[in-house]
Nanobody, 115 residues
Framework: QVQLVESGGGLVQPGGSLRLSCAAS????????MGWYRQAPGKQRELVAT?????????NYADSVKGRFTISRDNAKNTVYLQMNSLKPEDTAVYYC???????WGQGTQVTVSS
């Protein structure tokens, strides 16, 4: 049984936008801290953004994406989104969805920013 399913990656030109989605099983979504991480070739996996699945829904972003990326949630769909705007070539990576409190990871989705 797959717990986290990502979608929305692809190839985009610099300055473009993409929206990633992560659909989670209900049992791991509620009360969790959901996040997006990324891993570029030859680099370590790094945090991109997190959002708490609580009434407050606090968010946290890596400095490199602040002002360009937005993480959000749809509780009714058990889904977390990552809206990525003003994409740069250095954003190229495999993006992974994570459920922090239960330790689940998605399979990853490739994002390539290139002209």
């Amino acid at each position: 049984q797959v717990q986290l399913v990502e979608s929305g990656g692809g190839l985009v030109q610099p300055g473009g936008s993409l929206r990633l989605s992560c659909a989670a099983s209900g049992s791991i979504f509620s009360g969790n801290v959901m996040g997006w991480y990324r891993q570029a070739p030859g680099k370590q996996r790094e945090l991109v953004a997190t959002i708490a699945i609580t009434s407050g829904g606090s968010t946290n972003y890596a400095d490199s994406v602040k002002g360009r990326f937005t993480i959000s949630r749809d509780n009714a769909k058990n889904t977390v989104y990552l809206q990525m705007n003003s994409l740069k070539p250095e954003d190229t990576a495999v993006y992974y969805c994570n459920a922090r409190r239960t330790g689940h990871w998605g399979q990853g989705t490739q994002v390539t920013v290139s002209s």
